[in-house]
């Protein structure tokens, strides 16, 4: 079945670091992926997003590179700040449904 | 972009009841989903509840014990029925504005006991 899956569940960083979040997936009609953040008692905040057709897209301060030979995005975050700390998940969309599948989520840990 | 709001927040419920959850957008929306959010776990969607038809929903989920409304184009409800323990999870109600714009409440926290 499809699958939107991330490599590490908790990401432990020292503020000013870059972090980078990793996610893979198994659908090949992926074509739109999405980054969320969710905060603690909070629904999901859209951060970023990507089509299937670039590689790399940049935010303020986040950059969301795609590799589809692989299947596989990242997040980067540069200068991780303590406001960074939550869970992070991508989701993917596939051409032939409106459906958002998730990720398992990686929990960003920002410490002093 | 989307201004959602859900009620309850939060709610503590016994085993065998049902507890419904209500879903307020500040816009017309076409589309609308539930999700759930399982302790720890990525959220999973339960069904689209798009005005004027029923609900679809997802594999594993049926509407006897998740029954939707979707009246409007701004509300929507969620029934979770029949409660166990295993129904303990959040809630979440999203709205799409365009296929890449999709928007989160700020979910429905449940402990069935």
């Known amino acids: 079945g499809e699958s939107v899956g991330l490599h590490l569940p908790t990401l432990s960083v020292q503020e000013g670091d870059n972090s980078i979040i990793n996610c893979a997936y198994s659908?090949?009609?992926?074509?739109?992926f999405i980054w969320y953040k969710q905060e603690s008692g909070k629904g999901p905040q859209f951060i970023i997003d990507i089509r299937s057709n670039m590689d790399k897209r940049q935010g303020q301060r986040v950059t969301v590179l795609l590799n589809k030979t692989v299947k596989h995005l990242s997040l980067q975050i540069a200068a991780t700040q303590p406001g960074d700390s939550a869970v992070y998940f991508c989701?993917?969309?596939?051409?032939?449904?409106?459906?958002?599948?998730f990720g398992t989520g990686t929990r960003l840990q920002v410490f002093p | 972009s989307a201004v959602i709001s859900q009620k309850p927040s939060r709610d503590i419920c016994q085993r065998g009841t049902s507890l419904t959850i209500q879903c307020q957008v500040d816009s017309q929306v076409t589309m609308m989903f539930w999700y759930r959010q399982q302790p720890g776990q990525s959220l999973t969607l339960i069904a689209t509840a798009n005005q004027g038809s029923e609900a679809t929903y997802e594999s594993g989920f049926v509407i006897d014990k998740f029954p939707i409304s979707r009246p409007n184009l701004t509300f929507s409800t969620l029934t979770v029925s029949n409660m166990s323990p295993e129904d303990s999870s959040i809630y979440l109600c999203?709205?799409?504005?365009?296929?890449?714009?999709?928007?989160f409440g700020p979910g429905t926290r449940l402990t069935v006991l």
């Open positions: 659908n090949s009609a992926s074509d739109y």
């Open positions: 999203s709205v799409q504005l365009n296929r890449n714009e999709q928007f």
């Open positions: 989701a993917a969309l596939s051409y032939n449904t409106d459906k958002l599948i």
